[in-house]
């Protein structure tokens, strides 16, 4: 009989904040993919613009990372976690309503290399983020 291959499972953590960004954290790449909330969206109405950062950026917890323009207002996109940005969703340029189609999956707006993957530990878990900010 003979073994067939080792399969290593990675533990994907997603994580909220007040600001209404999430993080989707992969343990096995150590990239977390930053989107803003599908409540985010909703509120903020149909965006027209999205300011991403620049590739290789480094930024710490809580700075400016973009923006994000609707008919009805702006808001600034804060850094969940300390990292460098590795990419950036090149489709919100040409078409920013994917975040109003699909905040946290199509319109995810940037993947950040995590300095430090306990800060996640100081975000939100789902349950809490929807007691405070969805219901």
């Known amino acids: 009989m003979r073994a067939g291959p080792l399969h290593i499972r990675a533990l994907h953590i997603k994580k909220y904040t007040e600001e209404h960004e999430l993080v989707n954290f992969d343990d096995a790449t150590g ?11 909703s509120v903020l109405g149909d965006v027209v613009f999205v300011e991403l950062p620049t590739v290789g950026t480094t930024f710490n917890q809580g700075d400016q990372i973009g923006a994000v323009e609707s008919v009805k207002a702006a808001s600034d996109i804060y850094a969940p976690v300390s ?6 969703n090149e489709n919100l340029s040409g078409e920013p309503g994917l975040l109003n189609k699909s905040a946290e999956d199509k319109g995810w707006l940037c993947k950040i290399k995590l300095s430090d993957p306990a800060e996640l530990d100081k975000l939100l878990t789902w349950e809490d983020y929807k007691k405070t900010y969805v219901e």
């Open 31 to 41: 990239v977390g993919i930053v989107s803003i909330t599908d409540h985010a969206q």
């Open 83 to 88: 990292g460098t940005i590795e990419a950036i």
